[in-house]
Structure formats: structure tokens, C-alpha cells
């Protein structure tokens, strides 16, 4: 059974930066594309960002475009976001997913209990 244990989330001010990542144990994340996604309070669950099984081709939603950057490390078994020029908006708990299908849009299942990210004004 997969586990994944996100960590780096926090406090944070507007235009700060935090590093998120995503260590899986269980299963092999280079078998699949990975994604992360966020969820704030009161909202649905939204998509930020997917990267493919070797780390070569990455898709962002417009919201987070230019200011996040995600990563994998497969020897480590690691997914990464880096998140820059953080804004109050981003405020939310993020969680990382495994792609069923090879890009995205896929659906998807979330692997891990996510990290709290809250940015202040």
C-alpha cells in the first residue's frame, strides 16, 4: 500500500517562497506522472501543477504559472513544488497524486494527508 508523507508547508508572508515535497513509500513514483493539487477552505479541490514519470515535461494551471516549479527526484522517490511570489490566494493544504493515465487531464489519486500552506498579507 502507497504512503506519501508531505511536509515543508507553513507560514509564510506574501511574496515568500516555501518548498513542498512528497516522499512515497510503497510504490515506485517513477511509474507515474505526478501532480500536485490544493484545496482551501470552503473551495473544491483544484489542480496546480503535473509533471511526467521522467521529470522532462511539466503542465501548470494559470493561476500558479510562473511562480511554482515542480520537480521529481525517482532515486529518492520524491515529488517537489517550489513555490515563489506566494500569494494570499494560495493559502490552501496541497496534496501530491499519481496520475492514472500518462498526462494530464487523468484522473488521479492523492496519496498523501497534504501540508497546510498559509500566506499572510
Known amino acids: 500500500q502507497v504512503q506519501a508523507v508531505e511536509s515543508g508547508g507553513g507560514l509564510v508572508q506574501a511574496g515568500g517562497s516555501l518548498r513542498l515535497s512528497c516522499a512515497a513509500s510503497?510504490?515506485?513514483?517513477?511509474?507515474?506522472?505526478m501532480a500536485w493539487f490544493r484545496q482551501a477552505p470552503g473551495k473544491e479541490r483544484e489542480f496546480v501543477a503535473t509533471?511526467?514519470?521522467?521529470?522532462?515535461?511539466?503542465f501548470y494551471a494559470d493561476s500558479v504559472k510562473g511562480r511554482f516549479t515542480i520537480s521529481r527526484d525517482n532515486a529518492k522517490n520524491t515529488l517537489y513544488l517550489q513555490m515563489a511570489s506566494l500569494k494570499p490566494e494560495d493559502t490552501a493544504v496541497y496534496y501530491c497524486?499519481?496520475?492514472?493515465?500518462?498526462?494530464?487531464?487523468?484522473?488521479?489519486?492523492?496519496w498523501g494527508q497534504g501540508t497546510q500552506v498559509t500566506v499572510s498579507s
Open positions: 510503497g510504490r515506485t513514483i517513477s511509474s507515474y506522472a
Open positions: 497524486a499519481a496520475l492514472r493515465g500518462s498526462t494530464w487531464p487523468s484522473s488521479y489519486a492523492i
Open positions: 509533471i511526467n514519470w521522467s521529470g522532462g515535461s511539466t
